[in-house]
């Protein structure tokens, strides 16, 4: 008989609500232990947990703010601790600051905003890649980068520097990608688009002024971004790296 092989291990930053909360759940449905990030909402965190638990794997939280970019070692350092191995990354942790046009934008915002949204991903797919590569020993796995329709877009009149750090991240996934292609590794990407999330839920009637802008008619849904999360981290798309998906109903 042979052995069952070990369970894969993600971590999905900014798993507490919204669209990483959904990809922590999908994850541990197929069958992966989960670390999840938080930044303040410790019950929402746990309750999370708690389902992806429900599967039968293996589960955790851990609250990190990415602001502060020395916490990106020490939660790799936790995931070696509490898994001993790492096979999927989900770069999802994001800051969607208010509405500004860019002649009102600070500096402590936009340094805020670009650190959260493309220097701590870049150091979290640094962290990773040192454990997958299998020049280094490693097994492989897969990046996952959440970035946004707002990188091409430009998101006019409401958060250019937000759009700004989202581009990075695209950026992030079609360089990195062909570094470590040769390493066991894939790198992609999904771009959301509207989405009904607490994120947009705190930008009061943005959903509604811009639903008309969708051609399907309606946002998309937290689950229908994880779904797409899941299926790209999976071996079914083996042979997909350094591109991202657009899930935006046609906007």
Known sequence: MQP???RRT??????????????ASAL??????????????????TAVVRVCQ?????????????????????LFDEVDATFGRLDVLVNNAGLLPPVSRVEGLTADRVVQTLTVNAAAP??????????????SGGRGG?????SSRAAELGAAGEFVDYAMSKAAMDILTVGL???????????????????????NAAQPGRVERLISTVPLGRPGTAAEVAEAIGWLASDAAGYITGVTLDISGGR
């Open 28 to 45: 541990a449905s197929r069958g992966h232990d989960v670390l999840l990030t938080y930044a303040t909402r410790s019950d929402a965190a």
């Open 10 to 23: 993600a971590v999905v930053t900014g798993g507490s609500r919204g669209i990483g909360a959904a990809t």
């Open 177 to 199: 990608s062909k570094e470590v292609a040769g390493e066991g590794i894939r790198v992609v990407g999904i771009r959301p688009g509207l989405i009904d999330t607490d994120m």
């Open 122 to 135: 870049a150091l979290c797919a640094a962290a990773a890649v040192s454990r997958m590569s299998t020049s």
């Open 142 to 146: 897969v990046i996952v980068n959440v």
């Open 54 to 74: 429900q599967y039968g794997v293996k589960a955790s939280a851990r609250q990190v703010d990415l602001r502060e970019l020395d916490e990106v070692e020490r």
């Open 4 to 6: 069952t092989p070990p």
